[in-house]
């Protein structure tokens, strides 16, 4: 094998680690930001649990961050809470800064 080859093949195993690391770290963001959510309706326990993984699962219905929002947004009105967009992108990116401070400090 050629260090050429053995080049490729590092470049595309560092690929493949950075890419499950970002996976990861994007499922953590949900995960957290969808218990925030919770404890703005109330919710504790098993069902901020489950209501966590509920936002997890919301969040590969579409490309980017609008299915989280959306899903939270609807939630919220739902239990008569009035949370505005600037706050809920606001508690999305302290999700994702908390998700990579957890997974990259590992």
Same mark, same amino acid.
């Given at each position: 094998m050629t260090s050429f080859d053995e080049r490729e093949k590092a470049f595309e195993a560092k690929f493949s680690i950075d890419e499950e690391l970002r996976f990861r770290v994007h499922a953590r963001r949900a995960r957290l930001f969808g218990g925030w959510v919770a404890a703005q309706l109330g919710l504790s326990g098993d069902a901020a649990e489950s209501y966590a993984k509920d936002m997890i699962a919301a969040d590969f219905e579409e490309?980017? /961050?609008? /299915? &989280?929002? *959306?899903?939270?947004? *609807? /939630?919220?009105?739902?239990?008569?809470?009035?949370? /505005?967009? *600037?706050? &809920?992108?606001?508690?999305?990116?302290?999700?994702?800064?908390?998700?990579?401070?957890? &997974?990259?400090?590992?």
């Open positions: 490309v980017g /961050d609008e /299915d &989280l929002l *959306a899903k939270a947004r *609807a /939630d919220l009105a739902a239990a008569g809470k009035s949370v /505005d967009d *600037a706050t &809920l992108r606001k508690q999305l990116q302290v999700a994702f800064n908390e998700a990579t401070r957890q &997974l990259v400090g590992e």
